[in-house]
């Protein structure tokens, strides 16, 4: 029994942020002018997810300060794979919290975190996602944020292994989408911050 006790904490951890990733959501869409309300489907697909990658970080890190984190992650991975799929905008502050959360996190070694593998992770994710802009690919300035402040969060190896995940996905989703031809799917600009939401909250559970 008191194996199960983490996970159920975790899960219920989990849905209780999704109501708290729905109210956050519609804060930061009301500031930036866009429609504050959160869709019911949307919102039990979320609280679902959520409840279920919360009962998987109860599993792996129990009742813990990086347990704690893992979840303050996932909150801010929400709020940011949404936003960024309805409204193609990631707002500033979810880039940041990410930075503080991780810093903050690391200094006082409630996770694993080295300065320097940290901030070479944040450049070399930056300049991942910076570059095909000068090749007038259309990638956006919150994609490359996000990028660089997981490459914070990971560190090299870590968000190397999420960008890899994220371009699976990317490529899945690409492939299943069948909205327009395969052709004018590949040159669409397609929302990156869902997919490196999803790297960010898998690798920093696989390596917890």
């Keep these: 029994m008191q194996a199960w006790l983490p996970i159920v904490y975790g899960t219920i951890?989990?849905?209780?942020?999704?109501?708290l990733a729905r109210l956050l959501c519609g804060v930061l869409l009301k500031n930036r002018g866009l429609a504050p309300n959160i869709g019911r489907k949307h919102f039990w697909i979320m609280l679902a997810s959520m409840a279920l990658v919360g009962g998987i970080i109860g599993w792996r890190a129990g009742v813990s300060f990086q347990g704690l984190y893992l979840l303050l992650?996932?909150?801010?991975?929400?709020?940011?794979?949404?936003?960024?799929?309805?409204?193609r905008v990631i707002p500033n502050e979810l880039v940041l919290s990410i930075l503080i959360l991780s810093a903050v996190f690391g200094?006082?070694?409630?996770?694993?975190?080295?300065?320097?593998?940290?901030?070479?992770?944040?450049?070399?994710?930056?300049?991942?996602?910076?570059?095909p802009g000068l090749f007038g690919k259309q990638v956006g300035a919150g994609d490359v944020k996000l990028a660089a402040a997981m490459g914070f969060a990971l560190g090299l190896t870590g968000s190397l292994y999420?960008?890899?995940?994220?371009?699976?996905?990317?490529?899945?989703?690409?492939?299943?989408?069948n909205r327009l031809?395969?052709?004018?799917?590949?040159?669409?600009?397609?929302?990156?911050?869902?997919?490196?939401?999803?790297?960010?909250?898998?690798?920093?559970?696989?390596l917890s």
């Design 13 to 19: 951890s989990g849905g209780l942020l999704a109501v």
């Design 162 to 177: 999420a960008i890899a995940c994220m371009g699976a996905l990317v490529l899945i989703y690409t492939f299943l989408d």
């Design 107 to 131: 200094i006082t070694g409630a996770i694993r975190f080295q300065i320097w593998h940290s901030l070479l992770g944040l450049v070399v994710c930056f300049i991942i996602f910076f570059l």
């Design 73 to 87: 992650i996932l909150l801010v991975a929400a709020c940011a794979f949404y936003i960024d799929a309805k409204n």
């Design 181 to 206: 031809p395969l052709a004018e799917r590949l040159k669409t600009m397609i929302p990156m911050g869902p997919f490196l939401a999803i790297g960010l909250v898998a690798v920093s559970i696989i």
